[in-house]
């Protein structure tokens, strides 16, 4: 069995991710057993639901289906102008809606969320995230946004935009996989005839915006100048440095966020908001060859008059607008898309600033936006008209800035970061915009982000200054509360009463008592699935029914990634792959180990020392000790097969590659005290299974993550 299927490097992209065609639905034991013979286990209630990928599975309660129908009620659906910027200036649809990777799977399918046009209403979505669902489901094709410029939308997270020069077509946002910007490259060559690359543009440091450059341009004509790649500013410091450090963190925090292992069904995986999914095919990276330096750059190329704006800490570290005011046309990058994007992403990162990112709205709304008769973006569809554009960038502009103050107004008065999810409202009129509403970001967890990124975790309640592990406050609780079947009739009360979030205190504190109580688990499972029913935002939806689906079936067997592209692994700079040595090593294994490695790459001309004290690993660039045990000399090219782990340091070592001086044996010390990280580990309590072995070679790289959205 082989889930977590993330047989390349990119998955461990954002993916990291579920091969889109190939989402596992339920464990085969599990199918043989739902298909050959009565459930042995006694089913809750209210049965298996009709079509549910899993056995143990749940429809909506009755709770639930008044939840939804209430938000249909409320939520204005007479507003149908997305309806009708999404159909607008279509071209042509792919001739199919799969897209093959070269690796011989599919990288991209849109045929698995056919299902959501098929009817009006499903009482196990909420009636938001269905309508943006549709949306983006319809998305797929090749549109016209004025004459000369193009985009390619619904075939991949991102989408790729085609501006027409005197001579060929500059690219903005090459997606995520090289198949997926290939297709979409012939299928403008195909209706807007063919007509060569002759520059990039990464609005962004986020993969999906660059990963599939390859598909789209050969590097040698990069390398000849031939084909420009701009960027904006520290643009190569941020295209995956952001994410090493905590990658295997964030990859299995995919799981949750974006629902890999879920499949697409009305009960499971809908969308991500942002787009249907995530194409799983060659990620690739050309670096830039021009930077946008300076906060506003004009820039022309092929005939073409662009003027970026930088707009760094914002929705990306490094992130540009573009405006191109011979066309009246603003490229608002991810800075403005159709939804409240994340100010905290589930999966992990720095917390954004959203101070800033209104600021930069407001500064292209009053540079740009004032003139601009239209407006696009490397996701979700264009907006025409210069009222609208304008109404559009105000109203997203209000929002961020509305969540940043509002959320202090509130902790200034004393509200938690406990609290905030259930106090901080967006307005009314905010709110009722539905390029405004929560499809990546919610309120309920920007608000919280808002205040770890000013106040920090604590909510200064001297009690969870020094918490004790769940798994060592629960059993008292159980104790208290007069064990397990109390808890469990108790919760199934508060389940049936529609009570969810009472439900999930109580029995979270019984599955950390109990991890192996597979009633509680199952108990649990069912109420986050009803939660997760209730979600309009994607990532709360997934993030929900990953939990019940791990709760449920324990998280599948399988190998993790193991490699890294050679694009990525030359991205990252020998400074953070001695970093990231720092973390792999389990500094409990390092005690009493002492020793200092001068490190030399003449081919960049680097020098690093290395050393090994306290049992913490550092480095230091630029400099050079006296009295190192061990020198080695390696060009960095060669290192590189080290960290992608084509060849050992060793190998390297024995044919001459690196040459050594000094006492060897400290590099097996330092290789002694590594630790490969697994995907699979445990969230939930009781739900790990077997692992496969790791088989890295001691100082390669390994899978990491590349961040975006
Ligand atoms: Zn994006």
Not at 467 to 489: C, F, H, Q, R, T
Request: proline share 6%; glycine share 8%.
């Amino acid at each position: 069995m082989r889930f977590w299927i993330v047989p390349f490097v990119f998955v461990a992209f954002l993916v990291a991710c579920g091969q889109e065609s190939d989402r596992p639905t339920v464990p085969e034991a599990e199918q043989a057993s739902a298909e050959t013979a009565v459930p042995a286990v006694e089913l809750p209630p209210m049965g298996e639901a009709v079509g549910h990928f899993h056995p143990k599975g749940k429809p909506p309660s009755e709770h639930t289906k008044k939840i939804l129908e209430q938000a249909r009620a409320e939520l204005p659906f007479a507003d149908k102008r997305d309806f009708e910027e999404q159909k607008k200036g279509f071209i042509a649809a792919p001739k199919s809606r799969k897209i093959m990777a070269d690796a011989g799977h599919v990288a991209w399918d849109m045929d698995r969320f056919q299902f959501l046009l098929e009817s009006e209403d499903f009482d196990s979505i909420h009636p938001s995230l269905l309508r943006q669902s549709v949306l983006n489901t319809r998305e797929d094709g090749l549109y016209e946004v004025i004459p000369g410029i193009y985009q390619v939308r619904g075939f991949d997270l991102s989408n790729i935009t085609f501006i027409k020069g005197k001579t060929g077509w500059i690219v903005f946002d090459p997606l995520v996989a090289a198949e997926t910007a290939r297709a979409a490259k012939e299928l403008v060559d195909e209706h807007l005839g063919e007509r060569p690359v002759v520059a990039v543009i990464y609005s962004h440091s986020h993969g999906d915006h660059f990963g599939g450059v390859r598909g789209i341009v050969d590097e040698a004509d990069v390398r000849a100048g031939k084909v420009p790649i701009i960027a904006p500013r520290d643009f190569m410091d941020y295209a995956i440095a952001e994410n090493i450090y905590a990658g295997n963190a964030m990859n299995r925090r995919l799981f949750y966020q974006y629902g890999v292992l879920l499949p697409a069904s009305p009960f499971g995986h809908v969308g991500q908001g942002l787009a249907q999914g995530v194409a799983t095919g060659n990620t690739g990276l050309i670096p830039p060859t021009r930077i946008v330096e300076k906060a506003i750059e004009e820039l022309t190329i092929d005939g073409v008059k662009m003027v970026f704006q930088n707009t760094p800490n914002a929705e990306a570290p490094s992130e540009m607008n573009t405006y191109f005011p011979d066309m009246k046309a603003l490229w608002m990058a991810e800075n403005v898309t159709g939804v409240f994007h994340n100010i905290y992403t589930l999966r992990g990162t720095l917390i954004r600033d959203a101070l800033a990112w209104s600021k930069y709205i407001n500064e292209a709304l009053y540079l740009y936006g004032k003139q601009a008769e239209v407006m696009f973006a490397s996701h979700h569809w264009p907006r025409w008209g210069n009222e609208r554009v304008q109404e559009v960038l105000r109203g997203q502009r209000d929002l961020y800035a509305n969540i940043h103050n509002q959320v202090l107004h509130f902790a200034n008065q004393g509200v938690t970061i406990n609290q905030i999810q259930n106090v901080y409202e967006t307005p009314a009129g905010i709110a009722e915009q539905w390029y405004n509403r929560g499809y990546h970001g919610s309120p309920e967890h920007n608000s919280r982000g808002v205040i770890n990124r000013y106040l920090g975790y604590w909510d200064v309640n001297p009690t969870t200054l020094i918490p004790l592990s769940p798994a060592d406050s629960a059993p008292i609780y159980v104790e208290m509360m007069g064990g397990a079947n109390k808890i469990v009739a108790k919760g199934k009360e508060l389940h049936d009463q529609g009570r969810y979030f009472e439900a999930t205190e109580i029995l979270d504190k019984l599955v950390h008592a109990e991890p192996q109580n597979q009633e509680a688990k199952d108990l649990l499972a069912d109420v986050f699935e009803q939660i997760g029913y209730q979600q309009e935002n994607p990532g709360l939806r997934n993030s929900f029914l990953a939990g019940a689906y791990e709760l449920r079936s324990g998280i599948p067997e399988g190998e993790s990634p193991k490699t890294t592209g050679p694009d990525m692994i030359r991205a990252m700079s020998t400074e953070l792959f001695l970093e990231f040595l720092g973390i792999r090593m389990d500094s409990r294994k390092a005690g009493g180990m002492e020793f200092t490695i001068n490190l030399v790459t003449p081919d960049n001309g680097e020098r690093f020392v290395v050393e090994l004290s306290d049992s913490t690993l550092t480095a230091i660039e630029g400099f050079q000790a006296e009295d190192a045990d061990l020198t080695i000399t390696i060009d960095r090219a060669d290192l590189e097969t080290v960290m992608m782990g084509q060849k050992t340091l060793v190998a390297q070592i024995e044919d001459g590659t690196a040459k050594v001086e000094g006492n060897q044996e400290v590099l097996n010390q330092l290789a002694s005290t590594l630790v490969e990280f697994e995907l699979g580990f445990e969230i939930l309590p009781g739900t790990k299974g077997p692992t496969a072995d790791a088989d890295l070679n001691p100082f390669e790289v390994g899978p990491v993550h590349l961040g975006g959205e």
